[in-house]
């Protein structure tokens, strides 16, 4: 079987002049050699397509692959992840994870939570502010501190100690300091207090299987305790992961079943949870196209945790889609 690979490196798009911030959900050569090599074990013939543009060039020229092993994140826009999954759709190619609907409203976390709400997920309070727009009075009727951040970013893009403000005036100026880099809308929800969380899901031949739920913890050199560009890409001395187990990891897995079915999620992702103040439970944000480093994306760390080989992992990926597929010749 040919397997297509599509992807972005980060460090050719340093070189276009994009920062390290716009590019931090961006991939490296490891993780594409490691994704390659687990294909290829299983005795795939796999072939590097890279980013949207090339992707668009190699179909123009006739090129076609049995499956496309998707990880593009894109650099520009809402419907950035969504660009890849779409052009493949309109070329009738089959692909891993999500749809281009899941892609875009998973990304907009206001729409997410919209979505979650919905399904009867509780998720924190929120209100979301666009430039001109009176900060002070969207604020008045919540309780602080409050936490502010980009609308329709991913990696910690935009998240520091700072995003905790604990008054209008500090809202104000978190908010104005994001609008700087990211011109787009802010979400700013409460702020809950309690423990973090982050539950993997993959599909099987059963349904959606939890491949594990580990709690965030923070250590005294961590930037605060929130789950920031920093303290993510320093994660090996800031953070530290533990698997839950027992009624907190069960609560964990229903919601988290609940949000993928909501969202119509495919083949695997990853959702974020933090408790309130009384210990309960409730939805971040969802990312169905997670990052799959070996070492450093929480997919992979999860897995490892529970003794799932990368190899294995990125295999139980492609074999969902595979399944499809093979539903859809039917």
Known sequence: MIVGLTFDIREEYLKQGYSQEETAELDSPVTIGSIQNAIKSAGHEVIQIGSVKNLIKAISKGYRWDIVFNISEGIRGQGREALVPALLDHYGIPYTFSCPLTMVTTLDKPTAKIIARNEGVPTPEYFVV???????????????????KPAAEGSGKGISENSIVHSVVDLEKECSSLWRVFDQPLLVETFLHGREYTTALIENDDGIEIIG????????????????????????TRIRYEIVNGRKSEECAELSKAIWRAFSCRDCARVDFREDENGKVEFLEINPLPGLNPLRSDLPIIASLVDLGYNELILKILQSALKRLKKDKV
Not at 132 to 141: D, H, Q, S, V, W
Not at 218 to 226: F, R
């Open 130 to 148: 666009s430039k001109g727009e009176n900060i002070k009075k969207k604020a008045e009727k919540m309780k602080f501190p409050l936490f502010v």
């Open 213 to 236: 739920t580990a709690e965030v913890i923070y250590n005294e050199n961590a930037e605060g305790e929130v789950y920031s560009l920093s303290n993510k890409e320093k994660y090996e």
